[in-house]
């Protein structure tokens, strides 16, 4: 599963949903290439 692999490299997951939110977080976008925790990410998607 994805989010063990994520977990055994010492990230935390964040579940977004599906494909199509994929443009939320690309090049661009106020969270692309930022230094956030998944708490931080998840409150930027409003997730």
Do not use: K, W
């Not at 708490?39 to 930027?44: G, I, T």
């Amino acid at each position: 599963m994805t989010a063990r692999l994520v977990e055994d490299t010492g990230f935390d997951p964040v579940f977004v949903g599906g494909l199509e939110r994929a443009r939320e977080f690309d090049r661009g976008t106020s969270v692309y290439v930022r230094g956030m925790s998944a708490a931080e990410l998840r409150e930027a998607l409003g997730l």
